[in-house]
Protein backbone atom coordinates (compact mmCIF):
# COMPACT_ATOMS: atom_id res chain seq x y z
CA UNK A 1 0.00 0.00 0.00
CA UNK A 2 1.08 3.79 -0.46
CA UNK A 3 1.11 6.41 1.83
CA UNK A 4 -0.25 9.88 1.19
CA UNK A 5 -0.27 12.69 3.86
CA UNK A 6 -4.10 14.83 3.89
CA UNK A 7 -4.35 18.07 5.13
CA UNK A 8 -7.59 17.44 7.75
CA UNK A 9 -9.88 19.27 9.93
CA UNK A 10 -9.96 17.83 13.35
CA UNK A 11 -12.69 20.05 14.91
CA UNK A 12 -14.51 23.41 14.02
CA UNK A 13 -12.62 26.23 14.62
CA UNK A 14 -9.34 28.38 13.51
CA UNK A 15 -6.59 27.56 11.92
CA UNK A 16 -5.36 25.40 14.76
CA UNK A 17 -8.03 23.04 13.78
CA UNK A 18 -6.25 21.92 10.96
CA UNK A 19 -3.43 18.95 11.02
CA UNK A 20 -1.16 17.21 8.83
CA UNK A 21 -1.57 13.42 8.49
CA UNK A 22 0.20 10.70 6.87
CA UNK A 23 -1.73 7.45 6.15
CA UNK A 24 -2.34 4.33 4.35
CA UNK A 25 -3.81 4.80 0.81
CA UNK A 26 -5.77 1.63 -0.80
CA UNK A 27 -4.54 0.85 -4.55
CA UNK A 28 -6.70 1.34 -7.36
CA UNK A 29 -9.64 -0.78 -8.21
CA UNK A 30 -11.60 -1.85 -10.91
CA UNK A 31 -11.16 1.36 -13.76
CA UNK A 32 -9.84 3.72 -10.94
CA UNK A 33 -6.46 5.71 -11.43
CA UNK A 34 -4.27 6.89 -8.94
CA UNK A 35 -3.48 10.64 -9.10
CA UNK A 36 -0.16 12.42 -7.75
CA UNK A 37 -1.42 15.98 -6.84
CA UNK A 38 0.88 18.79 -8.02
CA UNK A 39 -2.03 21.91 -6.61
CA UNK A 40 -5.14 21.86 -5.40
CA UNK A 41 -6.99 25.59 -4.30
CA UNK A 42 -7.70 26.81 -1.18
CA UNK A 43 -11.20 28.74 -1.32
CA UNK A 44 -14.03 30.40 0.98
CA UNK A 45 -16.20 26.96 1.34
CA UNK A 46 -13.06 25.40 2.45
CA UNK A 47 -12.59 28.09 5.25
CA UNK A 48 -16.06 27.54 5.80
CA UNK A 49 -16.19 24.10 6.10
CA UNK A 50 -13.28 24.34 8.58
CA UNK A 51 -15.02 26.89 10.78
CA UNK A 52 -18.04 24.34 10.88
CA UNK A 53 -20.23 26.63 8.71
CA UNK A 54 -20.49 24.49 5.52
CA UNK A 55 -23.57 22.22 5.35
CA UNK A 56 -21.87 19.27 3.19
CA UNK A 57 -19.31 18.88 6.05
CA UNK A 58 -21.70 18.51 9.68
CA UNK A 59 -18.89 16.73 11.05
CA UNK A 60 -15.24 17.53 11.82
CA UNK A 61 -12.73 14.63 10.49
CA UNK A 62 -12.48 15.19 6.80
CA UNK A 63 -9.76 16.32 4.60
CA UNK A 64 -10.38 19.76 2.45
CA UNK A 65 -10.37 20.78 -0.51
CA UNK A 66 -12.79 20.09 -3.83
CA UNK A 67 -10.76 20.67 -7.00
CA UNK A 68 -6.74 20.09 -8.34
CA UNK A 69 -4.25 19.60 -10.89
CA UNK A 70 -2.03 16.16 -10.69
CA UNK A 71 -0.13 13.98 -12.50
CA UNK A 72 -1.96 10.47 -13.34
CA UNK A 73 0.28 7.80 -11.95
CA UNK A 74 -1.74 4.84 -13.12
CA UNK A 75 -4.56 4.05 -15.83
CA UNK A 76 -7.37 1.74 -16.24
CA UNK A 77 -9.42 1.16 -19.88
CA UNK A 78 -11.71 3.98 -18.78
CA UNK A 79 -8.97 6.58 -18.36
CA UNK A 80 -7.54 5.09 -21.65
CA UNK A 81 -11.02 5.59 -23.58
CA UNK A 82 -11.35 9.57 -22.24
CA UNK A 83 -7.78 10.20 -23.49
CA UNK A 84 -5.89 10.05 -20.12
CA UNK A 85 -2.36 8.13 -20.07
CA UNK A 86 -0.44 7.21 -17.08
CA UNK A 87 2.02 10.56 -17.20
CA UNK A 88 -1.07 12.85 -17.98
CA UNK A 89 -0.97 16.20 -16.57
CA UNK A 90 -4.62 16.22 -15.39
CA UNK A 91 -7.29 18.76 -13.71
CA UNK A 92 -10.65 17.53 -11.23
CA UNK A 93 -13.00 18.27 -9.34
CA UNK A 94 -14.47 15.85 -6.32
CA UNK A 95 -18.06 15.62 -5.51
CA UNK A 96 -17.05 15.64 -2.23
CA UNK A 97 -14.42 17.09 -0.15
CA UNK A 98 -10.86 15.53 -0.56
CA UNK A 99 -8.32 16.93 -2.77
CA UNK A 100 -5.72 18.13 -0.09
CA UNK A 101 -3.55 15.68 0.04
CA UNK A 102 -0.36 14.63 -2.17
CA UNK A 103 -2.45 11.31 -3.66
CA UNK A 104 -5.98 10.42 -4.57
CA UNK A 105 -7.61 7.45 -5.76
CA UNK A 106 -10.73 8.22 -7.85
CA UNK A 107 -12.59 7.13 -10.95
CA UNK A 108 -10.97 8.81 -14.00
CA UNK A 109 -14.24 10.42 -14.85
CA UNK A 110 -13.70 13.21 -12.70
CA UNK A 111 -10.59 14.57 -14.42
CA UNK A 112 -9.89 15.82 -18.06
CA UNK A 113 -6.25 16.60 -19.50
CA UNK A 114 -4.75 20.08 -18.47
CA UNK A 115 -4.51 21.90 -21.74
CA UNK A 116 -0.92 22.60 -22.92
CA UNK A 117 0.90 25.66 -21.92
CA UNK A 118 -1.91 26.60 -19.22
CA UNK A 119 0.52 27.01 -15.83
CA UNK A 120 -0.91 24.06 -13.38
CA UNK A 121 -1.21 26.60 -10.54
CA UNK A 122 -3.24 28.99 -12.30
CA UNK A 123 -5.23 25.89 -13.32
CA UNK A 124 -6.24 24.63 -10.23
CA UNK A 125 -7.67 28.48 -9.11
CA UNK A 126 -10.37 27.72 -11.70
CA UNK A 127 -12.19 24.22 -11.69
CA UNK A 128 -15.29 24.73 -8.52
CA UNK A 129 -15.44 28.76 -9.13
CA UNK A 130 -15.62 28.80 -13.06
CA UNK A 131 -17.78 25.63 -12.99
CA UNK A 132 -19.86 27.51 -10.35
CA UNK A 133 -19.91 30.84 -12.83
CA UNK A 134 -20.99 28.76 -15.90
CA UNK A 135 -23.86 26.67 -14.62
CA UNK A 136 -24.96 29.79 -12.81
CA UNK A 137 -25.31 31.49 -16.23
CA UNK A 138 -27.26 28.25 -17.32
CA UNK A 139 -29.60 28.66 -14.73
CA UNK A 140 -29.82 32.30 -15.15
CA UNK A 141 -31.15 31.28 -18.98
CA UNK A 142 -30.88 34.37 -21.32
CA UNK A 143 -31.25 37.15 -19.74
CA UNK A 144 -30.96 40.37 -21.71
CA UNK A 145 -30.22 42.19 -18.11
CA UNK A 146 -28.15 40.42 -15.33
CA UNK A 147 -26.80 40.91 -11.76
CA UNK A 148 -23.82 40.19 -10.09
CA UNK A 149 -23.75 40.10 -6.96
CA UNK A 150 -19.98 40.14 -5.82
CA UNK A 151 -18.09 40.97 -9.23
CA UNK A 152 -14.60 41.27 -7.72
CA UNK A 153 -14.77 37.81 -6.25
CA UNK A 154 -13.82 34.49 -7.46
CA UNK A 155 -17.13 33.34 -8.88
CA UNK A 156 -18.32 36.88 -9.32
CA UNK A 157 -15.36 38.04 -12.23
CA UNK A 158 -15.73 35.09 -14.01
CA UNK A 159 -19.67 35.06 -13.98
CA UNK A 160 -18.64 38.61 -15.44
CA UNK A 161 -16.49 37.48 -18.53
CA UNK A 162 -18.59 34.55 -19.50
CA UNK A 163 -21.44 36.99 -19.29
CA UNK A 164 -19.82 39.01 -21.77
CA UNK A 165 -19.66 36.79 -24.24
CA UNK A 166 -22.85 37.65 -25.25
CA UNK A 167 -24.77 40.94 -25.87
CA UNK A 168 -26.43 42.07 -22.49
CA UNK A 169 -26.48 44.20 -19.33
CA UNK A 170 -24.21 43.24 -16.98
CA UNK A 171 -24.29 45.68 -13.35
CA UNK A 172 -22.11 44.05 -10.51
CA UNK A 173 -21.80 44.85 -6.61
CA UNK A 174 -18.46 45.61 -5.21
CA UNK A 175 -17.25 46.98 -1.84
CA UNK A 176 -15.42 49.94 -1.80
CA UNK A 177 -12.19 47.20 -0.95
CA UNK A 178 -12.41 45.46 -4.11
CA UNK A 179 -13.98 48.23 -6.29
CA UNK A 180 -10.53 48.50 -8.12
CA UNK A 181 -10.18 44.81 -9.26
CA UNK A 182 -14.50 45.09 -10.25
CA UNK A 183 -13.81 48.06 -12.36
CA UNK A 184 -11.20 46.10 -14.66
CA UNK A 185 -14.06 43.86 -15.88
CA UNK A 186 -15.49 47.26 -17.34
CA UNK A 187 -19.02 47.05 -16.01
CA UNK A 188 -21.25 49.52 -14.25
CA UNK A 189 -20.88 48.91 -10.23
CA UNK A 190 -22.64 49.58 -7.30
CA UNK A 191 -21.73 49.53 -3.37
CA UNK A 192 -23.86 46.74 -1.62
CA UNK A 193 -23.29 48.50 1.79
CA UNK A 194 -25.28 50.79 1.12
CA UNK A 195 -28.64 50.84 2.18
CA UNK A 196 -30.53 51.41 -1.49
CA UNK A 197 -28.44 49.60 -3.73
CA UNK A 198 -31.13 48.05 -5.39
CA UNK A 199 -32.39 51.13 -6.65
CA UNK A 200 -29.06 51.95 -7.83
CA UNK A 201 -28.73 48.82 -9.40
CA UNK A 202 -31.99 49.79 -11.51
CA UNK A 203 -30.93 53.03 -12.11
CA UNK A 204 -27.90 51.21 -14.12
CA UNK A 205 -29.86 48.56 -16.07
CA UNK A 206 -32.65 51.17 -16.95
CA UNK A 207 -34.89 48.60 -14.84
CA UNK A 208 -35.16 45.82 -13.28
CA UNK A 209 -32.85 43.01 -13.94
CA UNK A 210 -34.17 39.50 -15.56
CA UNK A 211 -31.81 37.48 -13.71
CA UNK A 212 -29.39 37.95 -10.42
CA UNK A 213 -26.53 35.37 -9.46
CA UNK A 214 -26.05 36.26 -6.13
CA UNK A 215 -24.02 34.26 -3.31
CA UNK A 216 -25.04 36.16 -0.23
CA UNK A 217 -29.11 35.13 0.55
CA UNK A 218 -29.84 38.55 0.97
CA UNK A 219 -33.86 39.24 0.28
CA UNK A 220 -33.06 42.78 -0.86
CA UNK A 221 -31.54 40.93 -4.16
CA UNK A 222 -34.97 40.48 -5.09
CA UNK A 223 -35.92 44.03 -5.14
CA UNK A 224 -33.77 44.75 -8.04
CA UNK A 225 -35.05 42.02 -9.92
CA UNK A 226 -38.31 42.20 -12.67
CA UNK A 227 -41.13 40.31 -11.17
CA UNK A 228 -40.95 37.62 -13.72
CA UNK A 229 -36.85 37.04 -13.33
CA UNK A 230 -34.72 34.45 -12.22
CA UNK A 231 -32.86 34.55 -8.74
CA UNK A 232 -29.54 32.00 -9.03
CA UNK A 233 -28.01 31.29 -5.96
CA UNK A 234 -24.37 30.09 -5.62
CA UNK A 235 -24.03 30.34 -1.83
CA UNK A 236 -25.68 31.59 1.02
CA UNK A 237 -23.16 33.44 3.55
CA UNK A 238 -25.41 33.42 6.79
CA UNK A 239 -24.69 35.19 9.66
CA UNK A 240 -21.34 34.53 11.58
CA UNK A 241 -21.85 31.44 13.47
CA UNK A 242 -24.80 30.71 11.99
CA UNK A 243 -24.19 29.69 8.36
CA UNK A 244 -24.87 26.00 8.20
CA UNK A 245 -28.29 27.01 9.48
CA UNK A 246 -28.71 30.11 7.37
CA UNK A 247 -27.59 28.20 4.21
CA UNK A 248 -30.19 25.42 5.05
CA UNK A 249 -33.31 27.89 5.70
CA UNK A 250 -31.74 29.88 2.25
CA UNK A 251 -31.74 26.60 0.49
CA UNK A 252 -35.30 25.20 1.71
CA UNK A 253 -36.80 28.83 0.41
CA UNK A 254 -35.26 28.18 -2.86
CA UNK A 255 -36.24 25.30 -3.63
CA UNK A 256 -39.64 26.35 -2.10
CA UNK A 257 -39.86 29.93 -4.36
CA UNK A 258 -38.35 27.60 -7.97
CA UNK A 259 -41.95 28.79 -8.90
CA UNK A 260 -42.56 31.71 -7.95
CA UNK A 261 -41.87 35.49 -9.29
CA UNK A 262 -39.25 36.15 -8.94
CA UNK A 263 -38.31 32.04 -9.11
CA UNK A 264 -35.55 31.49 -7.43
CA UNK A 265 -32.22 28.05 -8.37
CA UNK A 266 -29.15 27.02 -6.37
CA UNK A 267 -26.53 25.63 -8.06
CA UNK A 268 -24.72 22.47 -6.57
CA UNK A 269 -21.36 21.96 -8.12
CA UNK A 270 -21.09 18.32 -6.04
CA UNK A 271 -24.24 17.23 -7.67
CA UNK A 272 -23.26 18.33 -11.36
CA UNK A 273 -20.06 17.00 -10.56
CA UNK A 274 -21.54 12.86 -9.82
CA UNK A 275 -24.54 13.26 -11.87
CA UNK A 276 -23.62 14.87 -15.05
CA UNK A 277 -20.36 13.46 -15.68
CA UNK A 278 -20.08 13.92 -19.45
CA UNK A 279 -21.71 17.46 -19.39
CA UNK A 280 -19.39 18.43 -16.40
CA UNK A 281 -15.92 17.16 -17.93
CA UNK A 282 -17.07 19.19 -21.60
CA UNK A 283 -17.98 22.24 -19.80
CA UNK A 284 -14.52 21.89 -17.59
CA UNK A 285 -12.64 21.65 -20.83
CA UNK A 286 -14.03 24.34 -22.28
CA UNK A 287 -13.45 26.67 -19.32
CA UNK A 288 -9.33 25.37 -19.04
CA UNK A 289 -9.25 25.94 -23.16
CA UNK A 290 -10.23 29.88 -22.34
CA UNK A 291 -7.78 30.37 -19.86
CA UNK A 292 -5.00 28.54 -21.91
CA UNK A 293 -5.77 30.92 -25.03
CA UNK A 294 -6.21 34.24 -23.22
CA UNK A 295 -10.58 34.12 -22.95
CA UNK A 296 -10.46 33.83 -19.33
CA UNK A 297 -8.25 35.40 -16.98
CA UNK A 298 -8.18 33.60 -13.45
CA UNK A 299 -7.26 34.49 -10.51
CA UNK A 300 -3.86 35.61 -9.54
CA UNK A 301 -2.86 32.16 -7.25
CA UNK A 302 -0.59 32.55 -4.22
CA UNK A 303 1.13 29.03 -3.73
CA UNK A 304 1.75 27.99 -0.62
CA UNK A 305 3.35 24.20 0.28
CA UNK A 306 0.92 21.67 1.74
CA UNK A 307 3.38 21.61 4.47
CA UNK A 308 2.65 24.72 5.17
CA UNK A 309 -1.38 24.78 5.49
CA UNK A 310 -2.27 26.61 8.66
CA UNK A 311 -0.27 30.06 6.80
CA UNK A 312 -2.20 28.76 3.49
CA UNK A 313 -5.49 29.34 5.67
CA UNK A 314 -4.43 32.88 6.91
CA UNK A 315 -3.49 33.68 3.96
CA UNK A 316 -6.75 32.59 2.17
CA UNK A 317 -9.06 34.59 4.89
CA UNK A 318 -7.27 37.83 4.33
CA UNK A 319 -6.89 37.30 0.17
CA UNK A 320 -6.53 39.83 -1.65
CA UNK A 321 -9.21 40.44 -4.47
CA UNK A 322 -8.14 39.07 -7.59
CA UNK A 323 -6.04 36.53 -6.15
CA UNK A 324 -6.83 32.63 -4.59
CA UNK A 325 -4.87 30.29 -2.79
CA UNK A 326 -2.97 27.40 -4.18
CA UNK A 327 -1.57 24.56 -1.77
CA UNK A 328 1.15 22.38 -3.83
CA UNK A 329 1.38 19.03 -2.08
Do not use: C
Amino acid sequence: MTTRRVARVSRFGDVGAMVLADEWMRAPRGTEVEVRVTHASLGSTDLLARRGGYVLQPMPGFVTGYDFVGVLESESAVSVALGLRAGARVVGTLPRMGAHATRLVLSPTFLVALPEGLDPAVAATLPLDALTASRALALAGPARSLLVQGASGAVGSLAVQLAQRVERTIVGTASARSRDVAAALGIPLVDYTKPDWPAAVRAQAGGAVEAAIDHTGSPLVREALAPDGILVHTAFVGRPGHERADSLRGGLAAARNRRSQPREAVVSIPTFVLRRRPEYRRVLTGLLADAAEGRLAAPEPVVVPLGEVWDAHRAAEAATPGTKVVLAP
